[in-house]
């Protein structure tokens, strides 16, 4: 694309913001938050920005008792992605989409914009997974808003909108069907250590979900790369974009479970580790109020409200 150079810098900026509009799926344009990048725009901005006001403001102010909230919010939350997992996969099967390339089908055949209503029901999930985040901070566990928790939400909300608005099928609907997947068993499990330490029993398989986690990523990363090399017609912006985002949590993750379920049971000594967190996907080490395990003090800690040990 050619620009005159007489507009100037700011000239040629606009100019090439209304030649990437012009490669939106036309199909979707009309639908809530998909107009123009401004509202995703400022979703994400907002979401900066109670991170940063947020836990300053919440200093004023007791713990606000949310907890009899996080039961039906989890299972809310997972009853969404088994919808967006199903309704992806039947989809899947009916159009018979190739698992290793796929191009986006740019029609208005009944199946093919149901593809696209289920991917903009993930951007929709991701929305709603802000509120992971505010759990957080008005039950003041700032300590669980690390880089990797923030990283997750920030950049995985405006990367499904950039993924509705122009590619809203094809290989995506796989991706977001398997993240979806796993997030109903991640879900679950935050539903179920809502209930307090008398469900700890049936927490058991945390470490396999993270273990699951892994397996997603490894999964976009080959599955991505060998797309890419067979030279599939799925856009090829987007599949370095998966791929590089995947590889960037799977090393994420990888650094997680060494330090988790390696590292740390090593330093225990034998000692009864305590409850290890579940990382969820895409790149969240604490999730309303979960935590990695910690060492066991033998002494109880100075600042109790500082333990890194709540469970919802």
């Keep these: 694309m050619e620009f005159g150079g007489s507009g100037g ?15 939106a799926d036309e199909r979707v344009v009309d639908w809530p938050l998909m107009t123009s990048p401004l509202a995703a725009l400022m979703i994400t901005m907002g979401y900066f920005l109670i991170v940063v006001v947020g836990p300053k403001a919440m200093t004023h102010f007791k ?45 208005i055949d009944p199946l093919e ?3 696209a209503a289920v991917l903009w029901w993930y951007l929709i999930s991701k929305l709603i997974e802000f509120c992971d985040t505010i759990f957080i901070i008005i039950r003041k566990k700032v300590e669980h808003l690390t880089p990797l928790h923030i990283y997750h939400h920030s950049t995985m909300f405006f990367l499904c909108w950039i993924g509705v608005r122009y590619v809203a099928g094809g290989s995506a609907v796989q991706c977001a069907l398997v993240n979806s997947l796993v997030h109903v068993f991640m879900y679950i499990y935050y539903a179920i250590a809502s209930l ?22 490894i999964m976009g ?6 797309a890419l090399i ?15 985002y995947a590889f960037s949590f799977l090393l994420l993750f990888c ?26 996907f895409p790149g969240i080490d604490t999730i309303n109020g979960l935590q990695p395990p910690q060492k066991r003090h033998r002494h109880p800690p100075r600042n109790q409200n500082a333990s890194l040990h709540p469970i919802h």
């Design 63 to 107: 713990p606000l008792p949310v907890a009899k909230l996080l039961f039906p919010y989890n299972i809310s939350v997972a009853c969404l992605n088994l919808y967006i997992a199903v309704e992806g996969l039947h989809l899947v099967w009916l159009l018979k989409y190739n698992w290793v390339c796929e191009p986006v089908r740019y029609t």
């Design 255 to 280: 650094n997680f479970y060494r330090r988790a379920y390696i590292i740390q049971p090593k330093k225990e000594k034998g000692e009864d580790t305590q409850e290890n967190a579940v990382i969820k």
């Design 196 to 217: 307090g330490h008398t469900w700890k029993q049936f927490l058991w398989w945390k470490r396999y979900i993270t273990i699951l986690q892994m397996v997603q990523f």
């Design 230 to 244: 067979r030279g599939c017609a799925f856009p090829v912006w987007m599949q370095y974009m998966l791929v590089l």
């Design 113 to 115: 914009m149901r593809v």
């Design 221 to 226: 990363v080959v599955m991505g790369t060998n």
């Design 9 to 23: 810098l700011l000239h040629q900026i606009i100019e090439r913001y209304k030649w990437v509009q012009t490669l």
